[in-house]
């Protein structure tokens, strides 16, 4: 549906309005079991899937993930170099993009059907949506299929990267078997609520929402990586984001990823009646109920919300980080910022999402 934003000029700058009296909701209220459940099935999608920037040990890549659709089985993912840096009043921005489906089922369709049907997955790179290259650096994404995942490299894997077609190891899609795809009950869906308004407040996040470690500080040259799920919170208008920082530890047997920490964040979203976003908060959570995995306050590190950013093309200087938000620690000896508004308007002004 083609919608149509009207701006107002004048002594009042932009009329908000709330939505329309008995229009249909562009989302649903979930319970908090449900909430709950999408975030710990994201949670161990997350524990299986890796993010790997090549030939540098200081860069330190995200991969966002969140579900597609309102079944159960199917994900979207972005994946993107770490391109925040710079000091305080002199930040700048600049990535590479990496992005992906992921699919899975409960029983594959073997080729022998003598074998037994068991439980695939299918990885597939978004080449419109990514910056596909053709030298280092590049990024691999990987998931673990076998049924308890232990790091790298895993005993059933499928993986793409960024690699154009007719490079070498240029990787666009893999499909693969696996019992972990049970185990981990990735082809489930907790609630069958989420919308397509929902699934473009996760693409907005998925583009604007960044975290780093080599802003305000030099970087770390320890490999880490970060996966970052995104999925709803009970309210209607709240949406939540959960920042793994993964670190490698290598040795003369191989490389392992370790969770080595887990930051929660809340997303107030708000917009008027022909859905478009106009304000917003985003918090630090102290804590991760539900989740067997404890949280940090904060982190050590910050996050930003900023504009989207044309990958691989352009970049961002310290105006466009004025204009966003940020929350966390600038690094960790640093106090933690809380809280802080977004203005969502301003931010997607000049994108396809205003």
Same mark, same amino acid.
């Given at each position: 549906?083609?919608?149509?934003?009207?701006?107002?000029?004048?002594?009042?700058?932009?009329?908000?309005?709330?939505?329309?009296?008995?229009?249909?909701?562009?989302?649903?209220?979930?319970?908090?079991?449900?909430?709950?459940?999408?975030?710990?099935?994201?949670?161990?999608?997350?524990?299986?899937?890796?993010?790997?920037?090549?030939?540098?040990?200081?860069?330190?890549?995200?991969?966002?993930?969140?579900?597609?659709?309102?079944?159960?089985?199917?994900?979207?993912?972005?994946?993107?170099?770490?391109?925040?840096?710079?000091?305080?009043?002199?930040?700048?921005?600049?990535?590479?993009?990496?992005?992906?489906?992921?699919?899975?089922?409960?029983?594959?369709?073997?080729?022998?059907?003598?074998?037994?049907?068991?439980?695939?997955?299918?990885?597939?790179?978004?080449?419109?949506?990514?910056?596909?290259?053709?030298?280092?650096?590049?990024?691999?994404?990987?998931?673990?299929?076998?049924?308890?995942?232990?790091?790298?490299?895993?005993?059933?894997?499928?993986?793409?990267?960024?690699?154009?077609?007719?490079?070498?190891?240029?990787?666009?899609?893999?499909?693969?078997?696996?019992? *972990?795809?049970?185990?981990?009950?990735?082809? !489930? !869906?907790?609630?069958?609520?989420?919308?397509?308004?929902?699934?473009?407040?996760?693409?907005?996040?998925?583009?604007?929402?960044?975290?780093?470690?080599?802003?305000?500080?030099?970087?770390?040259?320890?490999? !880490?990586?970060?996966?970052?799920?995104?999925?709803?919170?009970?309210?209607?208008?709240?949406?939540?984001?959960?920042?793994?920082?993964?670190?490698?530890?290598?040795?003369?047997?191989?490389?392992?990823?370790?969770? !080595?920490?887990?930051?929660?964040?809340?997303?107030?979203?708000?917009?008027?009646?022909?859905?478009?976003?106009?304000?917003?908060?985003?918090?630090?959570?102290?804590?991760?109920?539900?989740?067997?995995?404890?949280?940090?306050? *904060?982190? *050590?590190?910050?996050?930003?919300?900023?504009?989207?950013?044309?990958?691989?093309?352009?970049?961002?200087?310290?105006?466009?980080?004025?204009?966003?938000?940020?929350?966390?620690?600038?690094?960790?000896?640093?106090?933690?910022?809380?809280?802080?508004?977004?203005?969502?308007?301003?931010?997607?002004?000049?994108?396809?999402?205003?």
């Amino acid at each position: 549906m083609r919608v149509t934003f009207i701006f107002l000029v004048g002594a009042s700058a932009l009329l908000l309005v709330a939505p329309t009296a008995g229009a249909a909701p562009l989302t649903n209220p979930l319970t908090d079991s449900q909430a709950s459940c999408d975030e710990l099935q994201l949670e161990r999608l997350a524990l299986r899937v890796t993010l790997v920037q090549s030939s540098s040990d200081f860069a330190h890549p995200s991969l966002l993930l969140w579900r597609s659709g309102p079944g159960g089985g199917s994900y979207a993912g972005l994946a993107v170099t770490d391109g925040i840096n710079g000091g305080a009043g002199f930040l700048v921005r600049s990535e590479t993009q990496l992005a992906l489906d992921l699919v899975t089922a409960a029983t594959g369709d073997p080729l022998n059907p003598a074998r037994s049907l068991l439980p695939r997955a299918t990885l597939v790179r978004r080449d419109q949506d990514s910056n596909l290259v053709t030298t280092d650096p590049f990024l691999t994404v990987t998931m673990a299929l076998e049924p308890v995942a232990v790091g790298l490299p895993p005993m059933v894997p499928i993986a793409i990267n960024n690699l154009a077609a007719g490079t070498a190891a240029a990787a666009a899609s893999a499909s693969a078997a696996g019992r *972990g795809i049970t185990v981990d009950d990735l082809t !489930s !869906s907790c609630e069958n609520l989420l919308t397509p308004f929902d699934q473009r407040i996760f693409t907005i996040l998925s583009r604007t929402v960044r975290v780093s470690q080599c802003a305000f500080s030099s970087c770390n040259p320890d490999g !880490s990586a970060y996966t970052i799920t995104l999925f709803r919170g009970a309210d209607p208008q709240t949406y939540r984001a959960n920042a793994y920082l993964y670190s490698d530890l290598c040795d003369n047997n191989g490389c392992s990823y370790i969770l !080595s920490e887990k930051v929660a964040y809340e997303f107030k979203m708000n917009w008027d009646s022909t859905g478009s976003l106009t304000t917003g908060e985003v918090t630090v959570l102290p804590t991760c109920a539900g989740s067997p995995i404890a949280c940090s306050y *904060g982190g *050590g590190y910050p996050l930003f919300v900023l504009p989207p950013l044309w990958a691989g093309h352009a970049h961002q200087g310290q105006h466009l980080f004025d204009l966003g938000a940020r929350v966390g620690n600038d690094n960790p000896q640093s106090p933690l910022r809380p809280q802080a508004t977004i203005n969502w308007q301003a931010l997607l002004a000049k994108s396809a999402w205003n």
